[in-house]
């Protein structure tokens, strides 16, 4: 997809029915004009370049697909996003804690993290586990209750696996913030399960998301993928049927998984996380946007687990605390049924190292492009975010307690 987004619309139609699906798959073809973002099951929403317009509506209207335009010009709206953006960071500067007023840096997070370990030195750990391509130290967040008890189980969480997913980040520091600085409420969180976060996956398309409106809807890494494109999708570059259904051998797709499994550092990262824990982890939460789904496995293909049953248990447990506390909807279910087949993802690949249970949480929507909620939401969104998080955990906790012998 072109950086300059000037007089690219994104229209809204129906995701329903076969001609609705015929359009989709035939514009999935054509990704240098077409994006399509994640569909809500009833509704899709297509970015379509200016040229393809005319041809993109007379293939609708072949189809009697009803639609709208739901954004006349992308860029014009990224540009005005981000100098609201460059406002608030010069309203709001990082003084030693990360508000919900804005949206931040990887270096601010990183920071952040850093602090925290300082200011609580017997509960908070934080530990280099990685460099992205570009260098960026990718850090994790250990948190404990400070009771020096070793090898209680863990829940791993970790968000901004793609870069223009900016909520992710917010909402997981935001459940950080929760369970370090709200402790005396969470503790019982906290009693036989140690954190393991890492805020931000995917550093460098991040930070490239900051520099300028034209970045700002970049999705993948930043390693060069051949002498044209650049970037992997890290979440289909897991060595668990890597590059099958829902991934594209493309290096110019927005959902290329690499020339090989694990050819992206970030995505190394993630997997050497999930097995140095994988005997005493419980839950993998990876937090993504957008869509209001709590999704679990398998997303490869088109069949649930054996243990279908205890993923559906905690995953509603999260969706009815959120709709109870907010009203919002979230669905849950195999995410190859409620969405679409994503085959080398880190959800699957937790799931099958070991957690029993690992969900991909897809945050709501937001802003004139949909994956940009403007600053003032986010207050919402990630307080609502953790009622569901914390309710999972609390699932999880319930099912899955600590063996007294291992505790010692």
Same mark, same amino acid.
């Given at each position: 997809m072109l950086n300059l987004l000037i007089s690219f619309k994104i229209y809204e139609?129906?995701?329903?029915?076969?001609s609705s699906d015929l359009v989709l798959s035939e514009l999935l073809k054509n990704e240098s004009y077409y994006e399509i973002f994640a569909s809500n099951g009833a509704k899709a929403h297509v970015m379509v370049h200016p040229e393809a317009q005319p041809e993109f509506v007379e293939l609708l209207d072949d189809h009697t697909l009803a639609y709208k335009v739901v954004n006349r010009d992308v860029g014009l709206t990224l540009r005005r996003e981000f100098e609201t953006n460059r406002n608030l960071r010069n309203w709001f500067p990082y003084e030693g804690r990360l508000g919900t007023d804005r949206y931040y840096s990887h270096d601010e997070i990183n920071q952040y993290i850093e602090d925290l370990a300082k200011q609580f030195p017997s509960r908070v750990f934080v530990k280099t586990v990685g460099k992205s391509f570009e260098g960026r130290w990718l850090k994790t967040i250990t948190i404990t209750n400070g009771d020096g008890r070793a090898n209680?189980?863990?829940?791993?969480?970790?968000? @901004?696996?793609?870069?223009?997913?900016?909520?992710?980040?917010? %909402?997981?520091?935001? =459940?950080?913030? *929760?369970?370090?600085?709200?402790?005396?409420?969470?503790?019982?969180?906290?009693?036989?399960?140690?954190?393991?976060?890492?805020?931000?996956?995917?550093?460098?398309?991040?930070?490239?998301?900051?520099?300028?409106?034209?970045?700002?809807?970049?999705?993948?890494?930043?390693?060069?993928?051949?002498?044209?494109?650049?970037?992997?999708?890290?979440?289909?570059?897991?060595?668990?049927?890597?590059?099958?259904? @829902?991934?594209?051998?493309?290096?110019?797709?927005?959902?290329? %998984?690499?020339?090989? =499994?694990?050819? *992206?550092p970030e995505a190394i990262v993630v997997r050497d996380l999930i097995h140095s824990l994988a005997d005493r982890g419980k839950m993998y939460l990876t937090v993504h946007s957008y869509g209001n789904y709590i999704l679990y496995p398998w997303g490869y293909i088109d069949a649930l687990p054996d243990t279908w049953p205890d993923l559906d248990e905690v995953g509603r447990a999260g969706g009815d605390a959120i709709k109870a506390a907010t009203g919002t909807d979230y669905k849950v279910g195999c995410s190859t049924t409620l969405l679409y087949a994503a085959a080398g993802a880190s959800d699957d690949y937790a799931f099958n190292a070991g957690f029993p249970i690992s969900f991909t949480m897809e945050l709501p929507a937001g802003g004139a492009n949909y994956f940009d909620p403007p600053a003032s939401d986010i207050d919402g969104l990630v307080r609502e975010t953790w009622v569901g998080i914390e309710a999972m955990a609390r699932k999880v906790i319930q099912k899955y307690p600590l063996n007294a012998s291992s505790g010692l």
């Open positions: 139609l129906s995701a329903k029915g076969r209680k189980n863990v829940i791993l969480m970790d968000g @901004g696996f793609h870069a223009r997913e900016w909520i992710s980040p917010a %909402a997981v520091v935001y =459940a950080i913030g *929760e369970l370090v600085n709200n402790y005396e409420v969470n503790a019982h969180l906290l009693l036989d399960y140690d954190w393991v976060i890492l805020p931000v996956v995917n550093a460098d398309g991040y930070s490239y998301t900051h520099l300028s409106p034209d970045n700002r809807m970049w999705r993948k890494t930043r390693q060069p993928s051949n002498e044209i494109c650049i970037g992997t999708d890290p979440n289909r570059n897991f060595g668990f049927h890597w590059n099958e259904t @829902g991934a594209s051998p493309d290096p110019c797709s927005e959902i290329y %998984a690499g020339p090989k =499994a694990f050819s *992206e």
